[in-house]
């Protein structure tokens, strides 16, 4: 209970002090009392019409997340409110018993309340159907006071939302993506503070595991708030637009994009820790210095990542900006000297592989970052940045063919030692390695099969 009430306490100083979900709540909130409000002061005290109460109620419920959302459920909410009283009024005039006519009607209004077409609204019209059974007398003056009530709601319901500081979504993806950054940076230290021990424990994988589960439901929070961003600007008042006109603007989608294959990589590298890890040892596990080393790379790409989300939050930009560039370009040195041992003579080939297959993802990695930072240097204007992510670029095309003709070398050796074949690349072969490695620098989405 202390730890809840806390937590409530610190929702509602945020609420007053800083700009964010709390805020928008407790605007929402209050928007939807008011409207509630008003409709009962001109339904039910200036006008005094005897189904008053139906003003407000659906006021209330109209007061929505967005503009476009008010007006869809308003039109949702209204047909079945329509579709409930007539079919209501209809069966009483049938029957002339309130059971028998309750009988008659529900069932089929709560059938009819699971078409698609009525949302998550259906249920207002068995409701609607129950209160004009059970309110009173019901006559034609009862049943159109009813709707005329209804769409008054509806009204003011819309109008206020719209009208009254109409809620806009804009920095909803850009905190998404800074949290999915910093938890995804945390997953990668989670992973390289274990990797320079000999023995990792079960307790430390099911951490792994249980943080790339969490990057999964921070993906779907981004695509949550890329909906919302998008539909809140839908039929929302021109004179709002213009003040938020100042505010960051909304990352593009494709910035979406490398996140989703950031996270897929730390997904598949720690599937590949996981079953090096296993009781079973399906996987044979690298050398401890190799790890080591693999351990230092994936916390520079930590690092890089972190300092990436505090720029999508517009959080010290020169300083972070700097300190992504200097991870970055850290880990490609670490990467190019893992690579070169992945090429050198000796060691089992199932573990050449197995660290092979660990370096493709944190290259895969790296080079969504760095798309990521060249994405929003072209957004902001940032020559110098996008420089550097150029230079990295570069850095990265460069590496990629080394390891090529490296790698094609080191593994050729190993393979042809181990079939007894003769496994060199001829030229034609080696033609097509770079070109296939200078690819998949260019364009990181290439994932190597």
């Known amino acids: 209970m202390r730890a809840e009430g806390r937590s409530v306490a610190a929702a509602v100083t945020r609420a007053f002090t800083t700009a964010g979900r709390e805020r928008d709540l407790a605007v929402q909130s209050m928007k939807a009392a008011g409207a509630a409000i008003v409709a009962w002061a001109i339904s039910g005290w ?31 909410q209204l047909g079945a409110i329509a579709i409930g009283t007539l079919f209501g009024a209809g069966a009483m005039m049938l029957t002339g018993n309130t059971l028998t006519a309750l009988a008659l009607v529900l069932p089929a209004m709560m059938l009819l309340s699971t078409w698609s077409w009525f ?41 206020v939302n719209a009208l009254v500081l109409p809620p806009v979504h804009l920095r909803d993806v850009r905190e ?52 919302w961003s998008g539909e809140s600007m839908r039929m929302n008042p021109k ?42 040892r399906r996987t044979p596990a690298p050398t401890l210095g190799a ?40 880990a490609a040195q670490r990467e190019a000297a893992l690579h070169e041992k992945l090429a050198s003579p000796g060691g089992s080939l199932s573990s050449i592989a197995a660290l092979g297959t660990l370096l493709i993802q944190a290259r ?13 240097s072209e957004e902001d204007g940032d020559e110098g940045t ?6 990295r670029e570069d850095t990265a095309e460069n590496t990629a063919v080394n390891t090529a003709e490296n790698t094609g070398e080191g593994t050729g050796q190993h393979v042809g030692a181990s079939t007894g074949e003769d496994t ?11 070109a296939a490695a200078v690819g998949r620098a260019r364009d990181p989405r290439k994932r190597v099969p």
Not at 312 to 321: I, K, P
Request: with cysteine; net charge negative.
């Open 386 to 391: 996008r420089s550097a992510a150029g230079y």
């Open 291 to 330: 790890l080591r080393e693999y351990g230092t790379l994936l916390s520079r790409l930590a690092a890089a990542s972190r300092a990436q989300g505090d720029l999508l939050n517009r959080s010290e930009v020169r300083q972070r900006a700097t300190e992504r560039d200097d991870a970055l370009d850290e």
């Open 239 to 280: 004179w709002r637009k213009r003040l938020h006109r100042d505010a960051p603007h909304v990352p593009p989608e494709d910035v979406d994009g490398h996140w989703v294959a950031v996270v897929g990589s730390v997904d598949a590298l720690v599937r590949i820790l996981v079953d090096v890890a296993g009781e079973d």
């Open 119 to 159: 949302g998550d609204q259906g249920i207002a019209g068995p409701t609607t159907a129950l209160l004009t059974l059970t309110s009173g007398p019901v006559s034609d003056t009862s049943v159109g006071h009813r709707l005329l009530q209804s769409a008054l709601g509806a009204a003011i319901g819309i109008a």
């Open 46 to 76: 200036w006008l005094q019409d005897p189904m008053g109460m139906m003003a407000p109620w659906v006021a209330i419920l109209l007061v929505q997340g967005t503009v476009f959302r008010s007006v869809l459920k308003g039109v949702q």
């Open 176 to 227: 998404s993506l800074c949290t999915l950054a910093h938890d995804t940076a945390d997953t990668l230290d989670a992973v390289a503070e274990r990797l320079g021990e000999e023995e990792w424990d079960a307790k430390a994988v099911a951490d792994w595991r249980h943080r790339v589960h969490g990057l999964e439901g921070r993906l779907d929070n981004l695509r949550s708030a890329r909906q």
């Open 364 to 376: 895969a990695i790296r080079a969504e970052i760095c798309h990521d930072t060249a994405d929003r």
């Open 424 to 434: 060199a690349p001829g030229p034609a072969a080696d033609d097509d390695g770079r």
